[in-house]
């Protein structure tokens, strides 16, 4: 029985080492040294861009409206351009009513020579707007009695309209009214309140 077994283990010796000699051993290759590996690189992959919006914060600039001749009424809506400082307007920039400064002196109508100017500047207004008419209010101080007052503050609007005629204003347009003493606008306890008083007004009618 153990001459079979040893009989045996021979053969399977021997059928080891020929096998051994017909296919050796083969050693593994490595990834390293394949050259059929592949080698996987990890991209990067682009972030994308943000773009900052700048906004641009406009300012903006409340433009006047234009007002050539500054009596608190836009060009645009001025139907009575070019007015007089003196002169206080309606709503539509015409003037409703003005003082011409002339002061006479006492017990006199003619017009001084210092009020030469304003005379000249009221006609030249009066032919630009040719569609007012003019009421001339003559006063006096409260010196001396109504009735003489009454007839000398006649006279004083009369001087005006004469010499708005003399300057080509129609006299249909103008009315001279003397008020005597009424309506005073300073006291007439002294001359120089005296001196204010003796004075025209200017009433204009569309």
Partial sequence: ???????????????????????PFIEPISVEHSTNTHILIKKEIPKKEIVKEKIV??????????????????????????????????????????????NFQYKKYSIPNSSTEQIDEFALFLKKNK????????????????????KLSQNRANSVKKALIKRKISSVRITAIGKSQEDPIANNENEEGRAKNRRIEIELLK
């Avoid at 001459?3 to 045996?8: A, C, P, S, T």
């Fill in 1 to 23: 029985m153990k001459h079979l077994f040893y009989i045996l283990l021979s053969i399977v010796f021997t059928t080891l080492v020929s096998a051994s000699s017909e296919y």
């Fill in 57 to 102: 914060k406009k300012e903006t600039h409340t433009i006047a409206p234009l007002d050539t001749d500054m009596d608190g009424v836009a060009d645009t809506i001025d139907l009575c351009p070019n007015t007089s400082k003196n002169y206080s307007v309606d709503s539509d920039g015409c003037p409703d009513a003005t003082t011409l400064n002339i």
């Fill in 131 to 150: 569609h007012y008419h003019v009421i001339i209010y003559g006063y006096t101080d409260n010196v001396g009695n109504f009735k003489s007052n009454k």
